[in-house]
C-alpha cells in the first residue's frame, strides 16, 4: 500500500498549482482580448500576445493533468486517514475527482473560446469553471489545513516532504 505521494506526483501537484493560480489570478490579458475579439474588433498584437501566455499556459495544464492522471493510475495514491469521518472522506474524493475534471474540461473550453471562436466556451470558462475551481482550491486548502491541525494527520506532510 502506498504511504506517501511519489515525488513526481508531488511535483506535479505543485507546478499545476502555481500554473493554475497564475491563471486564475493574471487572467485580465485573456479577458480583454475576448472583449475586444467578441466585441468584433481586431485584437493589437500586443493583445494577443499577451492573451497567448494564459492559453499556453492552460495548455501546459492540460499536459500535466495527463501525466498527473497517468501517475496516479500506475502509482496509486494513500489511503485516506481513518481520523477523517466517512462523509467527509466521500466530499474530499469529490472534491479531488472535480478538480481533475477541471484540469481536462478547463483548458479545453479555453482552447474552444480562444482558438476557435465559441462564445459559449469563453463564459463557460471564465465564469462558472472558474468560479468552481476557485471555490475547489479554498477547499482543499482549508481540508488539509483542518487535517494538519485539527486532526492531526499527515495529509499535508504527503503532499509536501513525502
Not at 115 to 141: C, D, E, Q, R, S
Not at 143 to 149: I, P, S
Request: net charge positive; proline share 6%; hydrophobic share 55%.
Amino acid at each position: 500500500m502506498v504511504s506517501s505521494f511519489s515525488m513526481p506526483q508531488r511535483i506535479l501537484h505543485w507546478i499545476m498549482a502555481l500554473l493554475i493560480l497564475f491563471n486564475l489570478i493574471f487572467s485580465d490579458a485573456m479577458e480583454t482580448y475576448g472583449r475586444v475579439f467578441f466585441g468584433g474588433q481586431t485584437p493589437t498584437p500586443e493583445q494577443v500576445s499577451a492573451a497567448n501566455i494564459h492559453a499556453y499556459v492552460g495548455i501546459a495544464v492540460l499536459v500535466l493533468a495527463v501525466v498527473r492522471l497517468c501517475l496516479r493510475f500506475f502509482q496509486g495514491v494513500p489511503p485516506e486517514p481513518e481520523q477523517e469521518p466517512p462523509f467527509l472522506r466521500v466530499v474530499a474524493k469529490i472534491g479531488h475527482w472535480a478538480f481533475y475534471a477541471l484540469f481536462f474540461v478547463m483548458p479545453f473550453a479555453g482552447i474552444g473560446a480562444y482558438y476557435f471562436g465559441n462564445k459559449t466556451a469563453a463564459f463557460a470558462h471564465a465564469g462558472p469553471m472558474k468560479l468552481l475551481m476557485w471555490a475547489l482550491i479554498v477547499a482543499h486548502i482549508a481540508g488539509a489545513l483542518v487535517h494538519h491541525f485539527y486532526w492531526k494527520t499527515d495529509v499535508l506532510k504527503r503532499m509536501t516532504s513525502g
